[in-house]
């Protein structure tokens, strides 16, 4: 009982001490714990896991590569404010070769990658901002006399986990759009030995690069991940799903162009090329920027452009519909508390057949206001006129 209360105070006395190093109260750092386990969508009582190992873990060890980028992602990281960039790579993880915020360059830098993947090999995170070009060897990306794909390689050797950010880095972003002169394409096209987790974005949110390494430093392992590679807790949800202006476009509500009366009262920018129904990100729910309470593209006024989609963004036009990849509920599925296979009774049957039918209305509003039911229109349109030729 003793030793349970000494490991106690010895834990509040570390969680103290690491609050006051990322300039926080306790209070605050309990809660960034809370927000970074809630993001994760880790059960409850995780947040006391992720308290524990950000106060008390060695911070790990973090290589990270630019190549075919803006520096957009590294640039959406600067304006973290929860911990602050300064607080995150001090206190959270050892930043250790970064091109654009080293104060070194040249030789020394170069010095400093190799002395801190040697220092702490199998253990070290390698994060990589930017596409990779492979054509003519790789030629069009060279960093202190080495292709992209050298150093790709040679820095996931020893790697205890490979992180892409950014969508570049993830299937190869603007740089692969047709007609991909470099042969660019996402880090996992070159790291084939071991898993590449990708956070897709243009940028991506800075808190789901964040939440990422978080949950290796609590846990030792990367988060779950979809089958390109995604964290699940942040892109196994359509953007549709969750965006502010879903219920206008359920009714039939669409701004028409931009600026017109549909676009200032808020309605669904599906007909201006709102990607959102085929997206898969949290962008709604986590929100882009501190200020304010954040923001998001679609909540500005301006369209999804599908950003984090391979086949999406940078390569479908603004101005092209997204395919809808539903519009309802899938209302023939079995209820949870069914098994699988059962016969459906005759009045379970005829409920089913009801709802089938009330959505099947609804499904054709939406179908007439989105404009695909022209036909039934012409039709409509030429039994009316038939009928007043009799009369």
């Known amino acids: 009982m003793a030793n349970t209360s000494l490991l106690k105070l010895e834990l509040n006395e570390k969680i103290a001490a690491a609050a006051e190093r990322l300039q926080m109260s306790r209070r605050e750092f309990l809660q960034f714990c809370a927000a970074m386990a809630s993001t994760l969508g880790l059960p409850q009582g995780a947040d006391a896991a992720v308290a524990e190992a950000v106060a008390t873990k060695k911070r790990p060890s973090v290589i990270w590569l630019h190549f075919q980028e803006c520096t957009g992602c590294t640039e959406s990281m600067l304006r973290a404010e929860h911990p602050t ?16 915020l080293f104060a070194a360059a040249g030789h020394q830098i170069e010095a ?36 992209a794909i050298e150093l790709a390689k040679e820095c996931a050797k020893d790697a205890a986990a490979v992180i892409a950010i950014g969508s570049c880095a993830s299937w190869g972003g603007m740089p692969s759009t047709d007609p991909n002169p470099t042969g660019a394409v996402g880090a996992n096209k070159i790291i084939t030995d071991k898993p590449v987790v990708t956070i897709p974005g243009c940028p991506p949110n800075p808190y789901n690069f964040l939440s990422t390494v978080v949950h290796f430093l609590t846990f030792g392992a990367l988060p779950e991940i979809d089958a390109l590679g995604r964290p699940k807790f942040a892109y196994s949800r359509l953007i549709h ?23 200032r009262k808020g309605y669904c920018l599906y007909k201006l090329g709102c990607k959102g129904p085929e997206t898969y990100a949290n962008c709604p729910t986590i929100l882009f920027g501190d200020a304010g309470g954040g923001t998001w593209p679609v909540g500005c ?22 395919k809808l990849k539903n519009i309802e509920p899938p209302l023939q599925y079995p209820r949870i508390v069914e098994e699988k296979g059962t016969g459906a009774t ?14 099947a209305g609804a499904g054709a509003m939406v179908a007439k206001n989105l404009g695909l039911s022209h036909k039934a229109e012409e039709a409509e349109e030429a039994k009316k006129a038939g009928e007043k030729a009799q009369v």
């Open 85 to 100: 960039l300064e607080k995150l790579i001090l206190d959270v993880i050892s930043l250790d070769y970064h091109e654009t």
């Open 112 to 147: 400093a990658r190799e002395s801190a993947m040697k220092a702490n090999a199998g253990k070290y995170v390698l994060v990589i901002e930017g596409a990779i070009p492979t054509k003519d060897n790789g030629i069009y990306c060279k960093i202190g006399g080495k292709t």
């Open 346 to 359: 005759l009045g379970s049957a005829a409920v089913l057949a009801a709802v089938a039918g009330a959505a």
């Open 301 to 322: 006024g301006h369209p999804c452009i599908g950003c984090t989609e391979q086949g999406v963004g940078f390569q479908k036009p603004i101005h092209m519909t997204s």
């Open 241 to 263: 799903e969750n965006c502010e202006r879903r219920a206008h476009f359920d009714a039939g509500r669409f701004a028409m162009e931009f600026g017109d009366d549909g676009h």
